[in-house]
């Protein structure tokens, strides 16, 4: 008997675990498509040309006031000679031999902060940086920006449906593994219920071992998840799972939570069908 009840904890906590580590899985591809995204859009620029025969003194100044903007994460300026080089570099001719001159302009090169890196924050980022003394002209990447986009939202859409499609699977299937286990105590309930216990005296172990088996599968899953991702980090370095690792931390630590949430819960609702059940309704 009591090997039989504990290959039905096993089997719960197996299930469990598996569900977990799907899921935990799941979430990990959903924060680092984030990450990708935030990254791509905070690469993009801002250009702003600035007029000729500005003082050094007022290009420092309007330096100091754009790196202050809420929307900058970085701001880097370009002068007129480097702006050749560069030109000169992405041609490989020297045009400055053709022309006699440079006929460039100095400029800011900004990256703005992920969060601003949207058509909409574009476009008052574009009119406040125009109000800028120095400022001659604001270029934007809105092309690349709107193609960005598009591209995350369509896949957000992916990854959200997918998402559900494996939480819904993997609450289905914590709930029936969780059945099957009480489905073999049935007979333990109700003879105790028919002896005269009430329901919170048959529920409180059970619901107590459910609580042991949720924590038991979550620290499973987690350690797993966390040598999963430690392996993949040392064999891909270019994926960064180890650059935020209070998001990870929080991620694992969400999965033991929801592990405990789950086990609990189903518990809970196959005990009170059992509680419910007439005795010729247990064959």
Do not use: C
């Amino acid at each position: 008997m009591s090997d039989g009840k504990h290959a039905s904890y096993s089997y719960a906590i197996f299930g469990i675990t598996l569900v977990l580590i799907v899921l935990g899985v799941a979430a990990v591809i959903i924060v680092e498509a984030q990450r990708i995204s935030t990254n791509f859009k905070e690469n993009l620029t801002v250009e702003i040309v600035l007029k000729d025969s500005i003082a050094l003194a007022d290009i420092t100044a309007a330096q100091k006031i754009i790196q202050a903007k809420p929307y900058v994460k970085e701001v880097k300026f370009i002068s007129k000679d480097e702006a050749a080089k560069i030109l000169k570099k992405d041609l490989g001719d020297n045009f400055l031999d053709v022309l006699g001159f440079n006929p460039l302009y100095a400029s800011f090169i900004l990256n703005l902060n992920g969060n601003f890196a949207n058509k909409d924050s574009f476009t008052n980022v574009k009119a406040d940086l125009a109000k800028l003394k120095v400022a001659q002209e604001i270029n934007t990447q809105n092309n690349i920006l709107e193609s960005l986009d598009k591209s995350v939202r369509n896949a957000s859409f992916i990854i959200l449906i997918v998402a559900i499609t494996l939480l819904v699977f993997a609450v289905s299937l914590i709930f029936n593994t969780i059945r099957l286990v009480m489905f073999s105590k049935r007979f333990t309930i109700k003879t105790m219920q028919l002896f005269g216990a009430t329901q919170w005296f048959i529920m409180r172990p059970i619901l107590g071992r459910s609580i042991v088996n949720g924590l038991i599968s979550g620290a499973v899953a987690s350690a797993l998840l966390a040598g999963l991702f430690y392996y993949f980090d040392n064999k891909l370095p270019e994926l960064g799972l180890q650059r935020d690792l209070i998001t990870f931390a929080g991620l694992l630590g969400g999965i033991v939570l929801f592990g405990v949430f789950i086990s609990f819960i189903s518990t809970l609702l196959a005990v009170l069908r059992y509680l419910r059940l007439k005795v010729e309704d247990l064959y």
